[in-house]
Structure formats: C-alpha cells, structure tokens
C-alpha cells in the first residue's frame, strides 16, 4: 500500500472522532440540560434553562450532521452498514431530536406550555438514550460477511450491554448539563445542580466501571486488546487519570466552583473517548472491517480534506466567538430586548 | 395490500414522504433570510425603527420555522445510511463528500450565527450582528448549492467512471458542475426567494385587509413586491431552461412530462399536450387537449422540430418512469403556478402605478388581497411539484442510467420499515398542524410597534473592535 492509502483513512478517523467528541461534549450538555428541565421545580427556571440553550443547541447539533457527512464521504461501507444495521436505534434518536427541536420553538409561542416541557424533556431523553444504545452496540461489534454487508438481527442492539452503555451516556450527558449549568446559572438553580451533578458523578462512575469490567466479557476483540502488551501502559493510566479527575471533580464541586466543575468533566469525556478510540481503532465496523477496507477512494479522502480540513479551525472559531458572546450568566432580559 | 409487505415501496414512501415534509422549511430559512438582510441593511443606513421592528417581526417567523427545518433534515441524510446502504456505498465517493461539504460550510455557518441574529441584539456591535445575519442568509443559500448539486448528480452523473457497483471520481469539479447544476441551483434559489416573497406578502395583505398595522404591512408588501418583480419573470425563464436541461439529456423523463406515447421525427410538428388522461397500460392518452404545433414552439422556439423526440413506448417497460400522470400534471401545476404569479404581480404593480396601492385600496378590492393570500400555498405546492417532476420522473433509475432504485434500496425486514414511516406520517402530520397554529398565532399579534432598538453600548467589553 502507498502511504496516501494508510494515512489518509487514519487522518479521517481522527477528523471523524473530534466531530464525535465535539458532539458528545456540547449536544451532551445540551441535551443533559433537557432531561435536567424534566425536573425543574418552576416554570421561571425552566425557562431559564432553556435560554442557556437558546444560541447554541442548533450548532451543537450540526456536529452530528457533520459527522454523519464525514463518515459518509470517507467510509461509506460503514455509513451503509452501521446505519442500516442500527435502524430502530437511529429512528428513536432522531424521533427524540425531532421532538426536542419543535418543542424549543412551539412552547416560545404556547400559551399551556407543560406539553411542550414535556416534549422538550422526553426528547432530549429519548435522544441520549438511543446515542447510548448505538454507542454499545457498535462497540461490542456487528457481524458482517467478507463484504461488510451486516448480517446478524435486527434487534441486536437490544441487549443488556448497550442498555447499560445508554444509562452510562445519559448519566454523563446529565453531569456534564449539571456543570454547564453551574457555570451559566445562580442562586438557588445553581445549588439544585450543584446537587444533580454529584448524584451524576457518582452515577456515571459507577457505569463507567461497570462497561470497563465487563467489556472483555462482551467482545473477544475487546478483551485481545485491553490486554495486549504494546497498550497496556495506556490501558493503566487511562483509569488513573480518570480517578484523579473525578476527585478533582468532587472536590471543585465541594468548594463551589463555577468553571473548574465543567472542565473536569469536559476532560473526563475526552479520557474516556480516547479510552474508546484505542479500544476499537483500526476497526470502523467493529469487530474485523477496518478504516482501509471500508475508506472511499484516496482522491476522494484528500479531496474532502482539502475542503473539510481548511473549515474546521474556522467553524471552532465562529462557534467560539458564539460561546464568547453570551459569555456569563444567563440573561432573559438582555437577550430578548 | 401487497405493498404494507414491500420494503422497496416502504422505503420509496418514507423517503418521499420525509423529503416532501422536509422540503415546507428550508424555503423560508433561505428565501427569508434574504429578506431579514435586506432589512437589516436598511434599518443599519437609516436608522429607521420601523425596519429593525421588520427585522424583528419576520425573525419571530423564521425562528418557528427554523427548528422544524433542520430537525427534519436530519431522516434525510440519516435515510440513505439505513434505508439506501447500497445507494450509499455505490455513490460515497461523491455523494458523500457533498454532503460532508455541506455541513461543514453551509449548515455551520448557519447554525453558528443563528444565535446572534435571533438573541445577539444587545450582545454584539450591529456591524456584527448585520455579519450574522448574512452569515445565516450565506450558508442557507449555500446548503441550496450543496444539495441541488448532489441531487443534479444522480440526474446526470459527471466526474468519474462507475466500475465494481462503486462510482469512482476523476475530477471532483466535472463532478460538481455536472451538466444539470447552474439551471438546477439557480431555478431552486429562485424558487426559495420568491415563495418567501409570497408569504412575507401574503401576510401582509391579510394584515391589510384586516386592518392591522397598516403603514408597517404597506411596506413588507411593496417591498416583497419589488423582489418578486426581479425574481417572478426571471423564474419563468429558469424554469424554462430546467425543461430543456430535461429535453436535452433525460429523454424518458421529457416524454413523462408531456405525456407523449409515440416518437416524433424531425420535421413534424406534433401539438403540445395541454390536459390528457393517460393510459399506462395502454401506452396511449384515453383523450387529450393540445394546442397544433405546439411543441417545437416551447422545446426550439421553431414551428417543426429538428431532432427527434421520443415517446415513451419507444423504451421497453422497465427503463421508463411510471406514474405518468403524476408527473404530467405536476408539472402542469408548478408551470401554472409560476406564470399565475407572475401576472398576479404584473397586476398589482401596475395597479401600485396607478393607484398607488393606499390600505383604503386593500380593504375595498378584497380579491386583490385574497389572491395574494392564496399564492403563497400555491408557491409551496409548485415547488413540492417540482420536486415530484424531478424525482419521480427519474425513476426507475436513482443514479440516472446507471443505478436502479431497486437496487439501491437496503434489505430490511418490512415491518421495521412500515412502523418508521407510519411514525413519520403522525408525527409529521403532528407538527404540520402545530406549526401552523403557531404561525397562525405570531400574524395575529403582528408586529409589536413600541419595540425599541438597542440604545447605548453593548454588554462587556468585546473580543472584536467595537468599531
């Protein structure tokens, strides 16, 4: 193979895995906050809820989209088998995002809004718990023929360890809105997430340890990889640093910080993320078809690159620049003004 | 009921029917956009506040919209991973990389400065926020460029060579600027600004005929009449040109369109079909109304053709499309629907000539305004016919002449597919009813006139020069 042939699928999977992550991180809050709003004791904090998503769930939820394009372009064997092998789950979550999005501009103009929380709030659940079912089971592996082609059951993704992964995903999509929240709220609210992201800690925590644990049971390749040789060093710090920042988060969160909280937790998705990566790369259907079996054509990857690779840095700068303009506290009034 | 048991025909539907919903909202996020800039630039030049109170009003529209645009975007491209895999693998290469392109610069784009056009007023200096409102307008109209250009590809691939059921691409730019892109994108940015113009005047002419708001409503209705002058007649021509695209190098679908059966050979000439009932199965029209000599007159501007044109019994059953009469009349009704309009315009501004087009004027000639109410339906229903056109008169091919629809559908259990689409159709129709309730709801209050422009400095000290 020529070198172009080798690193140009590695360059796009790690393109196509900071889309994922990026995702992960901003529509994981957004759509944290969402089931967080389910809970919201008042109308008022409801409201403001929802306006700490105003400016941004849309961009956030163009990751996804990105992402889907990316993975379409540069692998479109695993676009085709992945999706069509995932179909209820892909449904459901995009029913949840469907449902999430109308009830953001319907329940602006309800008179009655408790419909449309509700939507807002089931969506956003809905949602996370299909990311969860698809992340699971992608990751304990779909059978293919030689080809590619899926082949197992329709309803493989209905089984106790993606049902596992999906809890594990909405209790950190449910920390990571609690810290946002912290950051972008005051007050009584800002104590009531305080509370919620504990609880989420404690909770993803305990899923997190539950996945690591019994990942080698669910995939053969899984298990090949977390204990060979050449990974181990990463296989051992991964989880240190994991505990480290989780103590971190505790604390932070004990001494009533308002940036450091969502910081730890912004890094602990990266950990594990990267922790997933190693797990399953080179593979992109897992367990047997690779990045080079299932990539398009070189041209077509340097091409992609040549168009999608210059927009990133500016796409992460406007978006910045968004996050920078409504920097602070939540503020109904100036907003609408 | 054979068809509850037809994956094809399952699939087939969803995507029609997902694609026909979808279609309702990028018109206005696009064409409206347009319009918001317009605005925006004049209340920047003058200072006027009735132009940022109109920049305010129709953003409310926008916003409600919005949502639904882009939520049902997503079965869209998601559709030709789970219900096209075949599609997807063949055609990845290209297909994908275009709508890969079109996220990162196009959805982006406007996504990331939606935020500060809708909520951004008093947060950013009004340079900036004029930027993010042509940002929002920018990647809209791009999006239209994206998708008309993957969707001119499968009508006339370009760019590469088809071997091994892959589509393999040689030059991205031949593929891209495929024969059918320029008239295509340039027929549907047309079409997405003058639907928005007919619903911007729309409600303006039932807010005037209701006496509401009058000086503010006079003006969003002259001023998306002024576009509709530019942007009507220039349809007429593009739509014009879209159909001899189609003459020139999709002849099955040409003879669908105009429900022709039998070959004509140069020299004849043949009259063009006005109604017809046509007989699939009898390969024939049961009756037909034509105008003589008609069709070299719309297909060469000449009174005998020069080339041959065929009919559609000249191909064998399964290399041309079906449901002629859908896509016959479709196109009837979008044709129609584009020259009606433009003669409602042609009316009303020589009636503004004359008349000068006072409120007074609205309230005594009520059919002026009624016909106006009922052209902005009649706006979505052409373009959704021009969609039907195009796509069903591409069939049975998804990828013209080279990959069958039947092919390019995925083997999924039928009953996974029967339960997503019957999921669609309610919630669909759900949030349809919804929508309009809403919308309904924001043109009854109207504008709110005592609304005041952001005064004073902006909030904290900013990333950027605050000019």
Known sequence: MDFLDVFMPVVWFVILALFLLLYVILDGFDLGVGILSLTSPSEQQRTLLMASLGSIWDANETWLVLMGGALFGAFPLAYGTILKALYGPIYLMILGLILRAVAFEFRENAINKRPWNLTFGIGSLLAAASQGICLGTVLSGLPTDVDGHFIGSPWIWFNGSSLVVALTLIQGYVLIGSTYL????????????????????????????????????????????????????????????????????????????????????????????????VMVFPAIIPPSITIFEASSSVTSMVFMLTFIGVLIPIMLFYNIYNYIAFRGKVDIELDKA | MDWLADTLVLSRLQFALTAIFHMLWPVLSTGLAIFLVILEALWLRTQNPLYYRQARFWARLYVLNFGIGVASGLPMEFQFGTNWAPLSEFVGDFFGAVLGFEGAMAFM??????????????????VIHFLSTVMVAFGANLSVFWILSANSWLQTPAGGSFSQGHFHVENYFTAINNPFMLRSVLHMSLATVETSMLVVA???????????????FSFSFRLALVVLLVVAPLQVL?????????????????????????????????????????DENGGRNRWAVGLPGGLSWILEGRPRLSQDVRGLNSWPADQRPRMVGLIFYAFRLMAGIGIAVTALMGLTVLLWWRTGLTPAFFRRQAWLSWCWILAAPAGYLAIESGWIVRCVGRQPWTVYG????????????????LLSLSGFTVLYATLLLFALVFGARIIRQGPDLTLEPPTGPVRGPLPLPTD
């Not at chain 1, 996945?211 to 989880?239: G, K, M, N, Q, Y």
């Open chain 1, 182 to 277: 912290i950051l972008k709220t005051s007050g009584e609210l800002q104590q009531l997430h305080v509370r919620t992201a504990r609880l989420a800690a404690a909770t993803t925590l305990g899923g997190a340890l539950l996945i690591t644990v019994t990942s080698p049971f669910v995939s053969e390749t899984l298990r090949a990889r977390l204990f060979d040789p050449a990974f181990l060093p990463f296989f051992v710090l991964l989880p240190l640093l994991g505990i480290a920042l989780i103590v971190q988060l505790f604390r932070s969160l004990a001494m009533g910080q308002e940036v450091w909280p969502f910081v730890y937790t912004v890094l602990l998705f990266v950990l594990s993320f990267a922790g997933l990566g």
């Open chain 2, 109 to 126: 784009l406007e996504a990331g400065f939606l935020g500060i056009m809708l909520f951004g007023w008093n947060r950013v200096p009004p």
């Open chain 2, 202 to 216: 729309a409600i303006s002419a039932w807010s005037l005929l209701a006496g509401k708001a009058e000086a503010f």
């Open chain 2, 238 to 278: 593009a739509g014009h040109e879209s159909g001899l695209q189609v003459a020139e190098h999709q002849p099955t679908k040409l003879a669908a369109m105009e429900a022709l059966w039998e070959n004509h050979a140069a020299g004849e000439a043949p009259p063009w079909t006005v109604i017809a009932a046509p």
């Open chain 2, 402 to 417: 080279q990959l069958r629809t039947s092919e390019a559908a995925s083997q999924l259990p039928a009953q996974e597919v």
